[in-house]
């Protein structure tokens, strides 16, 4: 099962190294990994996504947990979370195909944030499954470049990651 652990760190030089090696040394796999400062410049939060059972992702909350630099952390897929990913995708866009990638765009919400002769950049945000169905309309052959952020969320209601 698909987990988001949203984790509040001291935000100092080393923190996300030591994340990354505890998961590279017990075999786990980090799908996406964001990190930023928050509103305490002390801090930084970190977003992972990870997957695993129950067992495994309880192991790697209390390891976590047990890491110097982690102050809180919370499993997001234990609350009710909205959660969001931010994509960019380099498509050509032809005369003939224009207007048809303008009308994907809308219809998913997205900007075209950039317009050059033969290219467009669309952004695109929603959740990880809207982006792979944005993807899947859009013809493979014109699609030249596509980044994404991974997922990044937040506990519904009043509960939140904060101290």
Known sequence: MRHIISILIENESGALSRVAGLFSARGYNIESLTVAPTEDPSLSRMT????????????ITKQLNKLIDVVKLIDLAETSHIERELMMV???????????????????????IDVSAKIYIIEVTGTSEKLDAFVATLDAETIIEVVRSGATGISRGEQGLHL
Do not use: D, M, P, W
Request: glycine share 8%; proline share 0%.
């Open 48 to 59: 992972l996504v990870t997957s695993g059972n129950e067992n495994i992702i309880e192991q």
């Open 90 to 112: 380099k498509v050509k866009a032809g005369e003939q195909s224009r207007n048809e990638i303008r009308s994907l765009a809308e219809i998913f919400r997205g900007k075209i």
